[in-house]
């Protein structure tokens, strides 16, 4: 058996090497990874504001019902959440949305024309399943209040082809489906809401044997069978378009066909269809979305670097009716995408330090002086007697200093 001192100091051991650590999904970013990080997140900023999109802060943590299962993007079991004096339940935000229609219907609540917002918000989502993922991750985005017009539709895609380019992105990819067309192939089936949840997984995981193997055993009408198998095929260029429209005659799925043929329209005269593609096989985890839905990839990274679509109804359950649209860009994982394209992300990291000995001081604060008048970020440092000079030297070097200067 151990002494109970050599107990008690293996303990403070492991206890210090634990504190030393951040929990399983969140992570330190430092160093030149957050310069380039925050010159990214401005980079995106100036896009959104060249559009007219004004900056919004919400908090971090809302009242539980904020993000119902109605008005949420998460499952209840996968929010992080607390309790304040009073016990009511809080939960620290997983989506910025519903909090940015919460901020609209209290400040906006009798404006009718549209409202342009854009945020920059931490999410939190504690979800088990994630692994390897980061469950606090940075997110940046727009929302467009009180327009349910095609055009709207058309402003956030370019906002979304804009911002990845000036992210420094070449090649990716928006792409486009339609909530209305997969709900108007549904009701001609007539399918318990069970059954529709089950198919709509399916779909989503593009498990299309399954989705057959469901509808056979539902004894599902030919024509649903048929344009259900066929879904796969409904991903490509504006031609996907024009075969989804013989693959239903219902006027729900029909008409948001026709919407996505004005879309793509308004999108040539912005220049943007080359980022564009059309996946009517395409189901979110987003209950609040009702028509348009997008997510944007490109190479390097498995999971959409942006999502987005249109929410006609849920800023009426915060008790102003007004159709709206937005995305969100996962920051963390663009800024991921880039560093595996070996896109470099103009974070002006480079810096100057002056090493001085006492005797120098004020030699040293003059020069720095002079270089930081002149936009030169410039570190000062007073040297220890028990450091050598190569010490300062190797570890500035390696941390981006492109200079360092030694007075003595």
Known sequence: ???????????????????????????????????????LEKKLNEVFSLYGYQNIQTPTFEFFDIFNKEKGSVASKDLYKFFDREGNTLVLRPDATPS?????????????????????????????????????????????????SIDADAEIISVVVDSLKKSGLKEFLVEIGEVNFFKGLLEECGFSEEVEDELKELVQNKNFYGVEELLDSLNAPENVMYAFKRLPELFGQKEVLDLAKTLTKNEKA??????????????????????????????????????????????????????????????????????????????DRLLLALYGQKVDVDCDY?????VFEEQKRKEAMKLA????????????????????????????????????????
Not at 350 to 354: R, T
Request: proline share 1%.
């Open 1 to 39: 058996m151990l002494p109970l001192y050599y107990a008690k100091a293996k303990e403070g051991f492991y206890m210090s090497k634990i504190l030393i650590h951040t929990p399983e999904g969140v992570r330190d970013i430092y160093g030149k990874e957050c310069a380039s990080k925050l010159a």
């Open 100 to 148: 940015i229609c919460r901020s609209v219907a209290k400040y906006f609540m009798d404006d009718i024309v549209p409202v342009k917002l854009c945020y920059n918000a931490n999410t939190f989502i504690n979800n088990s399943e994630l692994q390897g993922k980061l469950k606090e991750s940075t997110n940046m985005g727009c929302e467009l209040i009180g327009d349910d």
């Open 254 to 331: 029909l008409m948001a066909i026709d919407r996505l043929e004005k879309l793509y329209n308004i999108l040539d005269m912005y220049g943007a269809t080359k980022y564009i593609s059309f996946d009517l096989g395409m189901v979110s985890n987003f209950n609040y979305y009702t028509r348009m839905i997008f997510k944007a990839y490109t190479y390097g990274i498995g999971d959409a670097v942006v999502t987005g679509g249109r929410y006609d109804k849920l800023l009426s359950q915060f008790g102003k009716d007004a159709a709206s649209i937005g995305f969100g860009i996962h920051v």
């Open 350 to 354: 480079a810096y100057e330090v002056i």
């Open 369 to 408: 002086k002079e270089l930081r008048k002149k936009g030169t970020k410039t570190e000062l440092i007073l040297k220890s007697e028990n450091i050598d000079i190569n010490e300062y030297v190797n570890f500035k070097k390696e941390n981006g200093a492109t200079k360092v200067t030694y007075l003595k």
